[in-house]
Nanobody, 114 residues
Framework: VQLQASGGGLVQAGGSLRLSCVSSGSIFSSAVMGWYRQAPGKQRELVADITSGDAINYARSVEGRFTISRGRARNTVNLQMNSLKPEDTAVYHC?????????WGEGTLVTVSS
């Protein structure tokens, strides 16, 4: 079982990036999938997650700027990040929870310059 994240990079403040995470199996179509981030010296925090029924939860700090969605195959989760701020700089990790078991992907670095 693997989660493969992509889409990180360097962007100026106010810019946009789109992260994608693909799971290796269709079993994740029923999982809660989401994105977490960890900035240097800080704890990992939830950015947004989405259930199999498309119920969505956002961190207050990204609400209105980020949009999470699932792909048609339901084993993909995307994070569209707009109006990026320097404080959004972090390693972003994809996570899936299925039947109570968490699965983590390797992180992708997002750097927002001021």
């Amino acid at each position: 079982v693997q989660l493969q994240a992509s889409g990180g990079g360097l962007v100026q403040a106010g810019g946009s990036l789109r992260l994608s995470c693909v799971s290796s199996g269709s079993i994740f179509s029923s999982a809660v999938m989401g994105w977490y981030r960890q900035a240097p010296g800080k704890q990992r925090e939830l950015v947004a997650d989405i259930t199999s029924g498309d119920a969505i939860n956002y961190a207050r700090s990204v609400e209105g700027r980020f949009t999470i969605s699932r792909g048609r195959a339901r084993n993909t989760v995307n994070l569209q990040m707009n109006s990026l701020k320097p404080e959004d700089t972090a390693v972003y990790h994809c996570k899936a929870v299925r039947l109570g078991t968490p699965y983590w992907g390797e992180g992708t670095l997002v750097t927002v310059s001021s």
